[in-house]
Protein backbone atom coordinates (compact mmCIF):
# COMPACT_ATOMS: atom_id res chain seq x y z
CA UNK A 1 0.00 0.00 0.00
CA UNK A 2 1.70 3.60 -0.93
CA UNK A 3 0.94 6.40 1.88
CA UNK A 4 -1.31 7.86 -1.22
CA UNK A 5 -3.81 4.86 -0.14
CA UNK A 6 -3.33 5.09 3.21
CA UNK A 7 -4.94 8.67 2.79
CA UNK A 8 -7.73 7.67 1.03
CA UNK A 9 -8.44 4.83 3.63
CA UNK A 10 -11.94 5.68 5.15
CA UNK A 11 -10.74 6.07 9.27
CA UNK A 12 -14.17 4.90 10.56
CA UNK A 13 -13.83 1.76 8.80
CA UNK A 14 -11.19 0.68 11.30
CA UNK A 15 -13.35 -0.86 13.80
CA UNK A 16 -13.37 -4.10 15.57
CA UNK A 17 -14.88 -7.15 13.33
CA UNK A 18 -18.89 -7.97 15.50
CA UNK A 19 -18.84 -11.45 16.51
CA UNK A 20 -22.24 -12.93 17.01
CA UNK A 21 -22.72 -12.86 21.03
CA UNK A 22 -21.26 -9.50 21.98
CA UNK A 23 -22.03 -7.09 24.44
CA UNK A 24 -20.93 -3.38 23.56
CA UNK A 25 -20.81 -1.08 26.78
CA UNK A 26 -21.18 2.38 24.83
CA UNK A 27 -20.41 5.80 26.37
CA UNK A 28 -23.54 8.52 25.86
CA UNK A 29 -24.08 12.49 26.33
CA UNK A 30 -23.85 14.01 29.75
CA UNK A 31 -26.10 16.47 28.89
CA UNK A 32 -25.64 17.92 25.12
CA UNK A 33 -27.17 15.54 22.73
CA UNK A 34 -24.94 16.28 20.24
CA UNK A 35 -21.81 14.56 22.22
CA UNK A 36 -23.04 10.87 21.00
CA UNK A 37 -20.72 9.12 18.41
CA UNK A 38 -21.63 7.62 15.47
CA UNK A 39 -20.47 4.71 16.30
CA UNK A 40 -22.66 4.55 19.17
CA UNK A 41 -25.92 5.84 17.03
CA UNK A 42 -24.49 2.76 14.52
CA UNK A 43 -24.79 0.30 17.46
CA UNK A 44 -27.62 1.52 19.25
CA UNK A 45 -29.61 1.10 16.35
CA UNK A 46 -28.66 -1.93 15.15
CA UNK A 47 -28.46 -4.02 18.69
CA UNK A 48 -31.17 -6.83 19.61
CA UNK A 49 -31.73 -5.15 22.88
CA UNK A 50 -30.36 -2.04 24.49
CA UNK A 51 -29.95 -2.60 27.94
CA UNK A 52 -30.26 1.01 30.36
CA UNK A 53 -30.82 2.33 33.91
CA UNK A 54 -33.89 3.68 33.40
CA UNK A 55 -36.02 3.03 30.15
CA UNK A 56 -37.95 6.01 30.57
CA UNK A 57 -34.86 7.99 30.23
CA UNK A 58 -32.84 6.47 28.01
CA UNK A 59 -36.04 6.23 25.69
CA UNK A 60 -35.24 10.32 24.98
CA UNK A 61 -31.68 9.51 23.41
CA UNK A 62 -32.81 6.22 21.75
CA UNK A 63 -35.85 8.51 20.20
CA UNK A 64 -33.29 11.29 19.13
CA UNK A 65 -31.18 8.87 17.24
CA UNK A 66 -34.07 6.96 15.55
CA UNK A 67 -33.67 4.11 16.85
CA UNK A 68 -36.22 1.24 16.97
CA UNK A 69 -34.39 -1.54 19.83
CA UNK A 70 -36.22 -2.44 22.60
CA UNK A 71 -34.84 -1.19 25.77
CA UNK A 72 -34.83 -3.46 28.76
CA UNK A 73 -33.98 -1.77 32.51
CA UNK A 74 -30.23 -3.05 34.04
CA UNK A 75 -30.10 -1.21 37.52
CA UNK A 76 -28.68 -1.86 40.76
CA UNK A 77 -31.99 -3.48 41.92
CA UNK A 78 -32.05 -6.41 39.38
CA UNK A 79 -28.81 -6.73 37.70
CA UNK A 80 -28.15 -9.64 39.92
CA UNK A 81 -30.85 -11.03 39.24
CA UNK A 82 -30.55 -10.32 35.34
CA UNK A 83 -27.19 -11.64 35.06
CA UNK A 84 -27.24 -15.31 33.99
CA UNK A 85 -30.22 -14.61 31.29
CA UNK A 86 -28.23 -11.77 29.86
CA UNK A 87 -25.45 -14.09 29.72
CA UNK A 88 -27.23 -17.02 27.97
CA UNK A 89 -28.53 -14.48 24.84
CA UNK A 90 -25.04 -13.56 24.96
CA UNK A 91 -24.14 -16.98 24.75
CA UNK A 92 -27.35 -17.56 22.22
CA UNK A 93 -25.74 -15.21 19.96
CA UNK A 94 -27.55 -11.66 20.81
CA UNK A 95 -25.54 -8.39 20.03
CA UNK A 96 -26.36 -6.54 23.84
CA UNK A 97 -25.91 -3.24 24.21
CA UNK A 98 -25.21 -1.66 28.04
CA UNK A 99 -25.74 2.61 28.38
CA UNK A 100 -26.24 4.22 31.70
CA UNK A 101 -28.25 7.63 32.53
CA UNK A 102 -25.37 9.06 30.93
CA UNK A 103 -21.72 9.54 30.77
CA UNK A 104 -19.68 5.63 30.54
CA UNK A 105 -21.21 2.95 32.07
CA UNK A 106 -19.89 1.38 35.27
CA UNK A 107 -18.13 4.83 36.27
CA UNK A 108 -20.68 5.17 39.43
CA UNK A 109 -23.20 3.30 37.40
CA UNK A 110 -24.07 -0.22 36.85
CA UNK A 111 -23.02 -2.64 35.05
CA UNK A 112 -19.43 -4.04 36.54
CA UNK A 113 -22.01 -7.64 37.32
CA UNK A 114 -22.52 -8.03 33.79
CA UNK A 115 -19.07 -7.39 32.23
CA UNK A 116 -17.46 -9.78 34.23
CA UNK A 117 -19.81 -12.55 34.24
CA UNK A 118 -19.85 -11.74 30.50
CA UNK A 119 -15.58 -12.22 30.37
CA UNK A 120 -16.00 -14.83 32.94
CA UNK A 121 -18.40 -16.97 30.03
CA UNK A 122 -15.56 -16.03 27.35
CA UNK A 123 -17.97 -13.61 26.11
CA UNK A 124 -16.64 -10.43 23.84
CA UNK A 125 -17.32 -6.95 25.56
CA UNK A 126 -16.35 -4.26 23.44
CA UNK A 127 -16.01 -0.73 24.86
CA UNK A 128 -17.36 2.45 22.41
CA UNK A 129 -15.79 5.77 24.14
CA UNK A 130 -17.18 8.95 24.71
CA UNK A 131 -18.53 11.30 27.10
CA UNK A 132 -17.27 10.69 30.87
CA UNK A 133 -17.98 13.36 33.71
CA UNK A 134 -14.51 12.43 35.24
CA UNK A 135 -12.38 12.80 32.13
CA UNK A 136 -14.55 15.95 30.77
CA UNK A 137 -14.27 17.94 34.44
CA UNK A 138 -10.42 17.05 34.56
CA UNK A 139 -9.90 18.02 30.74
CA UNK A 140 -11.31 21.73 31.54
CA UNK A 141 -9.77 21.82 35.62
CA UNK A 142 -6.36 23.03 34.54
CA UNK A 143 -5.08 20.79 37.25
CA UNK A 144 -2.26 17.69 36.98
CA UNK A 145 -3.63 15.27 35.04
CA UNK A 146 -0.44 13.50 34.64
CA UNK A 147 -1.82 10.80 37.68
CA UNK A 148 -5.06 11.39 39.52
CA UNK A 149 -7.52 8.98 41.36
CA UNK A 150 -11.22 8.79 40.94
CA UNK A 151 -12.80 9.13 43.94
CA UNK A 152 -16.54 8.78 43.08
CA UNK A 153 -19.32 9.81 45.29
CA UNK A 154 -18.37 10.55 48.85
CA UNK A 155 -19.84 8.78 52.11
CA UNK A 156 -23.26 11.12 52.69
CA UNK A 157 -22.42 10.53 56.61
CA UNK A 158 -20.69 13.92 57.85
CA UNK A 159 -18.13 11.53 59.97
CA UNK A 160 -17.93 8.88 57.24
CA UNK A 161 -16.60 11.50 54.86
CA UNK A 162 -14.91 13.43 56.98
CA UNK A 163 -12.54 10.26 57.67
CA UNK A 164 -12.60 9.23 53.85
CA UNK A 165 -11.13 13.32 53.42
CA UNK A 166 -8.27 12.70 56.45
CA UNK A 167 -7.44 9.62 54.69
CA UNK A 168 -6.90 11.19 51.20
CA UNK A 169 -5.07 14.22 52.91
CA UNK A 170 -1.65 13.28 51.49
CA UNK A 171 -2.58 12.02 48.13
CA UNK A 172 -0.39 13.39 46.07
CA UNK A 173 -2.28 12.99 42.85
CA UNK A 174 -5.06 15.24 41.29
CA UNK A 175 -8.43 14.01 43.19
CA UNK A 176 -11.48 13.53 40.98
CA UNK A 177 -15.19 13.41 42.89
CA UNK A 178 -18.46 13.63 42.02
CA UNK A 179 -20.97 15.39 44.65
CA UNK A 180 -24.20 16.20 44.77
CA UNK A 181 -25.47 19.56 44.76
CA UNK A 182 -27.25 19.51 48.18
CA UNK A 183 -24.52 18.16 49.57
CA UNK A 184 -21.40 20.33 47.83
CA UNK A 185 -20.87 23.26 50.46
CA UNK A 186 -20.88 20.71 53.23
CA UNK A 187 -17.94 18.50 51.43
CA UNK A 188 -16.00 21.49 50.33
CA UNK A 189 -15.94 22.61 53.92
CA UNK A 190 -15.04 19.41 54.51
CA UNK A 191 -12.10 19.19 51.94
CA UNK A 192 -11.30 22.75 53.16
CA UNK A 193 -10.62 21.71 56.86
CA UNK A 194 -8.78 18.08 55.74
CA UNK A 195 -6.48 19.80 52.75
CA UNK A 196 -6.35 23.22 53.82
CA UNK A 197 -7.59 26.76 52.44
CA UNK A 198 -5.09 27.12 49.91
CA UNK A 199 -5.57 23.55 48.07
CA UNK A 200 -6.43 24.72 44.48
CA UNK A 201 -9.44 23.12 42.82
CA UNK A 202 -12.02 23.01 40.98
CA UNK A 203 -15.76 23.10 40.68
CA UNK A 204 -16.82 21.37 37.63
CA UNK A 205 -20.81 22.15 37.00
CA UNK A 206 -23.14 21.04 34.52
CA UNK A 207 -21.01 20.40 31.85
CA UNK A 208 -21.51 20.44 27.97
CA UNK A 209 -24.86 22.11 29.16
CA UNK A 210 -26.65 25.86 29.01
CA UNK A 211 -24.98 27.00 32.35
CA UNK A 212 -22.00 24.82 32.51
CA UNK A 213 -19.79 26.64 35.04
CA UNK A 214 -16.16 25.75 35.60
CA UNK A 215 -14.28 27.70 38.57
CA UNK A 216 -10.46 26.79 39.15
CA UNK A 217 -9.62 28.61 42.46
CA UNK A 218 -8.79 27.43 45.89
CA UNK A 219 -10.77 25.75 48.55
CA UNK A 220 -11.16 28.64 50.73
CA UNK A 221 -12.86 30.72 47.71
CA UNK A 222 -14.51 27.67 46.37
CA UNK A 223 -16.27 27.28 49.71
CA UNK A 224 -16.81 31.23 49.91
CA UNK A 225 -18.34 31.33 46.26
CA UNK A 226 -20.78 28.16 46.65
CA UNK A 227 -21.88 29.19 49.94
CA UNK A 228 -22.67 32.60 48.69
CA UNK A 229 -24.48 31.67 45.20
CA UNK A 230 -27.14 29.34 45.20
CA UNK A 231 -26.69 28.95 41.64
CA UNK A 232 -23.23 27.27 42.11
CA UNK A 233 -25.16 24.44 44.13
CA UNK A 234 -27.64 23.63 41.32
CA UNK A 235 -27.24 20.62 38.51
CA UNK A 236 -24.56 18.06 38.40
CA UNK A 237 -20.92 18.63 39.86
CA UNK A 238 -17.95 17.12 39.63
CA UNK A 239 -15.10 18.49 42.27
CA UNK A 240 -11.28 18.20 40.92
CA UNK A 241 -8.78 18.73 43.96
CA UNK A 242 -4.94 19.17 43.43
CA UNK A 243 -3.18 16.49 45.23
CA UNK A 244 -0.58 17.35 48.21
CA UNK A 245 2.25 18.98 47.31
CA UNK A 246 4.89 15.98 46.94
CA UNK A 247 7.39 17.44 49.25
CA UNK A 248 4.45 17.95 51.86
CA UNK A 249 3.14 13.87 51.24
CA UNK A 250 6.15 12.96 52.33
CA UNK A 251 7.49 14.63 54.66
CA UNK A 252 4.20 13.83 56.34
CA UNK A 253 4.20 10.20 55.77
CA UNK A 254 7.98 10.20 56.96
CA UNK A 255 6.66 11.87 60.53
CA UNK A 256 3.73 9.46 60.86
CA UNK A 257 5.82 6.37 60.04
CA UNK A 258 8.10 8.05 63.22
CA UNK A 259 5.23 8.17 65.41
CA UNK A 260 3.97 5.19 64.24
CA UNK A 261 6.84 2.94 65.31
CA UNK A 262 6.90 5.11 68.82
CA UNK A 263 3.50 4.55 69.52
CA UNK A 264 3.38 1.08 68.31
CA UNK A 265 5.69 0.05 70.88
CA UNK A 266 2.59 1.14 73.53
CA UNK A 267 -0.58 0.44 71.30
CA UNK A 268 -1.90 -2.07 69.50
CA UNK A 269 -0.94 -1.62 66.09
CA UNK A 270 -3.91 -0.70 64.56
CA UNK A 271 -4.64 1.80 67.35
CA UNK A 272 -1.10 3.35 66.57
CA UNK A 273 -1.80 3.45 62.84
CA UNK A 274 -4.98 5.28 63.42
CA UNK A 275 -3.27 7.72 65.57
CA UNK A 276 -0.42 8.42 63.86
CA UNK A 277 -2.13 8.44 60.32
CA UNK A 278 -4.90 11.54 62.08
CA UNK A 279 -1.86 13.60 63.87
CA UNK A 280 -0.15 13.57 60.05
CA UNK A 281 -2.87 14.02 57.57
CA UNK A 282 -2.01 10.64 55.81
CA UNK A 283 -4.39 7.48 55.05
CA UNK A 284 -3.56 3.97 57.34
CA UNK A 285 -3.25 2.70 53.87
CA UNK A 286 -0.10 4.40 53.11
CA UNK A 287 1.73 3.46 56.50
CA UNK A 288 0.78 -0.14 56.32
CA UNK A 289 2.38 -0.10 52.63
CA UNK A 290 5.65 1.60 53.93
CA UNK A 291 5.28 -1.17 57.03
CA UNK A 292 5.23 -4.14 53.86
CA UNK A 293 7.93 -2.69 52.00
CA UNK A 294 10.30 -2.64 55.46
CA UNK A 295 9.55 -5.02 56.31
CA UNK A 296 10.09 -7.58 53.15
N1 LIG B 1 -21.09 7.23 34.44
C1 LIG B 1 -21.24 8.66 34.43
C2 LIG B 1 -20.11 9.30 33.61
O1 LIG B 1 -19.26 8.57 33.10
O2 LIG B 1 -20.11 10.51 33.45
C3 LIG B 1 -21.33 9.21 35.83
C4 LIG B 1 -22.54 8.71 36.55
S1 LIG B 1 -22.70 9.28 38.18
C5 LIG B 1 -24.09 8.35 38.73
C6 LIG B 1 -23.45 10.84 37.99
C7 LIG B 1 -22.53 11.97 38.49
O3 LIG B 1 -21.63 12.34 37.46
C8 LIG B 1 -23.28 13.25 38.83
O4 LIG B 1 -23.81 13.20 40.15
C9 LIG B 1 -22.19 14.28 38.71
O5 LIG B 1 -21.34 14.26 39.83
C10 LIG B 1 -21.42 13.74 37.50
N2 LIG B 1 -21.97 14.32 36.26
C11 LIG B 1 -22.74 13.71 35.35
N3 LIG B 1 -23.03 14.56 34.34
C12 LIG B 1 -22.42 15.72 34.63
C13 LIG B 1 -22.33 16.99 33.99
N4 LIG B 1 -22.97 17.22 32.85
N5 LIG B 1 -21.61 17.98 34.58
C14 LIG B 1 -20.96 17.76 35.74
N6 LIG B 1 -21.01 16.58 36.40
C15 LIG B 1 -21.72 15.58 35.84
Redesign the pocket.
Known sequence: MTSNDNDKRDPSADKPTILPGQLHVI?TP??NLGDISRRACELLCEVDTVLCEDTRSSQTLIRHIGSQRPLVALHEHNERAQVPQLIARLQDGAQLALI??????????PGYRLVAAAHAAGIRVSPVPG????M??LSAAGLATDRFCFEG?LPAKAAARRAQLADLAAETRTLVF???PHRVAESLADMREAFGSERPAVL??????TFETVINTDLAQLCERVSSDSNQRR????LVVAGAPVQEGAAALSAARKLYDALAAELPPSRAAKLAAKIHGVSRRELYQGERAEGS
Open positions: AIGSDAGTPLISDPSATAAFFEAARELTKGEIV
